[in-house]
């Protein structure tokens, strides 16, 4: 039923960037980007809602970017300035594919329900 498939992984030099790509099967309405590295908790990275309002954590700052082309169903993360602390599996996350209705759930986990399978990133120094 919902498929998220994320690509544009792959290694990369501190300072270096990389464009991620998340193909979904339906409309995208709340979407979010997740990262896990081993031993680490799950932590939200970017996130934007059904109005194409953004959130960012703190540790991110300006070096991340979310975007969506709602006409391909694709959900984009530009990371500029990337540092070996970003090494991580990287997931596409959403409440949903369709469309209406508003939702705002920021860097929640829990709020997101279908996930993709992640894509790997490794930064060296």
């Known amino acids: 039923e919902v498929r998220l498939q994320e690509s544009g992984g792959g290694a990369v030099q501190a300072g270096g960037s990389l464009k991620l790509s998340c193909a979904a099967s339906?409309?995208?309405?709340?979407v979010a980007w997740f990262r896990r590295s081993p031993g680490i908790e799950t932590a939200g990275v970017a996130s934007?809602?059904?109005?194409?309002?953004?959130h960012y954590p703190d540790t991110v700052g300006d070096r991340f970017r979310i975007s969506k082309d709602d006409a391909a169903n694709t959900l984009f993360l530009q990371m500029d300035n990337l540092k070996p602390e970003d090494t991580a599996i990287y997931y596409c996350?959403?409440?949903?594919?369709?469309?209406?209705?508003?939702?705002?759930?920021?860097?929640?986990?829990?709020?997101?329900?279908?996930w993709g399978q992640g894509t790997q990133v490794i930064v060296s120094s």
């Open positions: 339906g409309p995208l309405r709340c």
């Open positions: 996350a959403a409440d949903g594919v369709r469309h209406g209705g508003y939702c705002d759930f920021g860097l929640v986990q829990s709020k997101y329900g279908y």
């Open positions: 934007i809602n059904s109005l194409g309002d953004t």
